[in-house]
């Protein structure tokens, strides 16, 4: 008898953890926070997962909205796994655009992208190093005076006459002050800081969406980075916009060398303007509405594994429809600009560019006649196979930036 208990302990040991297990890997890839639209249901993967609250999912339009609450994140409507946070909110629709679009983007601030010794008649030695800058900082001022530019902090140093500046850099979002001591360079005889500094980007992308009700844009789907550091360039609102762009060509991807679309600024004259630049994408507000029919945005629990249709432009026409489909979804919060994992599978894509191609980040991913979301990433070593970004993550950034442009106007 103390046998059989003794093994139905251990029994009992065992599945509590693997309970544990499931349940801890559940948290860990699935959401933190919900949005659903008005009437519309909280459970997703065939009613795997399920959320339920003191408050009604499917009310009426007639409740003030957005509306926030905490519900309980269910498994088989069984076992519970966390709290979440849900917003109710009403069905938005975008017009998607799935064109090209030629960016500017001049940072706030020049960012330090190098560090390099001087050498001196008393040795080598860095400047920078020595006030504590590093690569990724953003200087904004130097000795009070604002910089924009890559030469106006050569011109500061150069012509400090040896005296010490202060730098005043942004690191992880706050500004502090640091004292640097320029050297004057044995190689050409004037002062230097020992650093390399860069203030602007210009490329080619494409716009995922238009907002009509925001008037504001969303493309790429990922952020615009420092090629050097990988951090995102801090923009400088008021001097980035986007400008249109004529796509020539397209270079073929193979495996293990992506391809790219390649074209010009076909106008210098701004199409837009840029305000964001995120994680998940790049954003602003059009001069102009563009054409197209507006459709409705998926939340990210009603996004599927299956067919799907990707918008792009591949040569100097209109933007086209390309079979693809959504191989595999991660829901985690830990995940940015890489929720979906994309196969392309319409030989026309596939014959004419390999598949994806570096400046169709952006290009809007529909289902069912729905935004789901956007090209973010090509896989190096498969080109017809990508990363996307659910529409959800952009549309609440687009809506942020249209309402913040549009109080600023009022």
Same mark, same amino acid.
């Given at each position: ?13 065992? %599945?509590?953890? %693997? ?7 559940? *948290?860990?890839? @699935? ?31 007639? !409740? ?7 519900? @309980?994140?269910? /498994? ?28 500017? %983007? ?77 050297? /004057? ?21 494409? /716009? ?41 060509? !397209? ?15 076909? *106008? ?64 985690? *919060? ?31 991913? /529909? ?10 990433? !090509? ?32």
């Amino acid at each position: 008898m103390k046998k059989i208990i003794s093994m139905l302990t251990a029994s009992a040991s065992v %599945l509590g953890l %693997l309970l544990a297990v499931v349940l801890a890997t559940a *948290d860990y890839f @699935t959401p933190n926070s919900f949005t659903v639209t008005t009437g519309g249901r909280l459970e997703w993967l065939s009613g795997a997962f399920t959320v339920v609250g003191d408050k009604d999912v499917t009310a009426s339009a007639g !409740v003030p909205y957005p509306k926030t609450y905490q519900g @309980t994140l269910m /498994l088989y409507n069984v076992i519970p796994i966390k709290t979440v946070d849900v917003s109710v909110v009403d069905q938005a629709c975008v017009v998607p655009c799935g064109t090209p679009f030629g960016i500017r %983007l001049f940072a706030d601030g020049v960012m330090v992208v190098g560090l390099a010794d001087v050498q001196t008649g008393s040795g080598s030695v860095n400047p920078a190093v020595k006030a504590g800058l590093k690569v990724g900082d953003v200087i904004v001022r130097v000795d009070g005076k604002t910089v924009t530019e890559n030469g106006e902090v050569a011109r500061f140093v150069e012509s400090c006459g040896g005296k010490s500046l202060r730098f005043s850099v942004r690191r992880d979002g706050s500004v502090s002050t640091v004292t640097l001591q320029p050297v /004057l360079s044995e190689a050409d005889g004037l002062y230097k800081a020992g650093l390399w500094v860069r203030s602007s980007t210009a490329g080619i992308g494409t /716009l995922t969406f238009y907002n009509p009700t925001s008037r504001s844009f969303a493309g790429l789907g990922h952020g615009i980075c420092d090629s050097d550091t990988g951090k995102l360039i801090p923009l400088h609102v008021g001097d980035s916009d986007i400008v249109p762009v004529i796509i020539n060509g !397209v270079t073929r991807g193979l495996q293990g060398k992506p391809g790219e679309l390649r074209g010009y600024f076909s *106008d210098n004259a701004p199409v837009g303007s840029l305000t964001a630049n995120v994680p998940d994408g790049v954003y602003g507000i059009l001069n102009s509405a563009p054409r197209g029919k507006a459709v409705r945005v998926a939340m990210k629990q009603d996004v599927k594994t299956g067919a799907v249709k990707i918008l792009t432009t591949i040569d100097g026409g209109a933007p086209k429809y390309y079979d693809a489909e959504i191989e595999k979804i991660n829901y985690s *919060d830990h995940v940015q600009s890489k929720n979906l994992v994309l196969h392309i599978t319409d030989g026309r894509l596939i014959t004419q560019a390999g598949g994806i191609v570096q400046g169709m980040s952006g290009s809007p991913v /529909l289902q069912e006649g729905r935004l789901v979301g956007a090209v973010t990433h !090509v896989f190096v070593n498969d080109p017809t196979r990508g990363y996307g970004v659910f529409a959800e993550n952009m549309l609440a950034e687009s809506q942020s930036v249209g309402s913040s442009a549009n109080s600023k106007v009022s």
